[in-house]
């Protein structure tokens, strides 16, 4: 899968959870700095419109680049199914 492909199916389904009501709120996270390395851990909730919620495990690693942040690696996911979860199909 290029990269192209991968923006768009994250941007789809970044679509279709908002637009279904879906939004996401942070958890506690965990930042270790390390100058021009950034870890990221977290375990924000998922909250759906029927009132339901699960937790989400995100794990992000950027580095600094001029005065940007880049996303090295970007993990988020719930121990189950999307279709259990959200009880929708997203694009992929």
């Given amino acids: 899968m290029t990269v192209a492909r991968i923006f768009s199916v994250a941007r789809a389904q970044l679509a279709e959870m ?11 996270p965990v930042i270790a700095d390390h100058d021009s390395f950034i870890l990221v851990a977290d375990r924000p909730t998922l909250h759906l419109p029927d009132g339901t919620v699960a937790a989400v495990r995100l794990t992000m690693a950027l580095s600094r680049v001029d005065d940007a942040l880049l996303i090295e690696q970007m993990q988020m996911s719930v121990p189950a199914p999307n279709e259990d ?4 199909t997203l694009t992929v």
């Fill in 18 to 28: 908002s637009e279904a009501g879906i939004r996401v709120t942070p958890g506690d």
């Fill in 85 to 88: 979860v959200i009880h929708q």
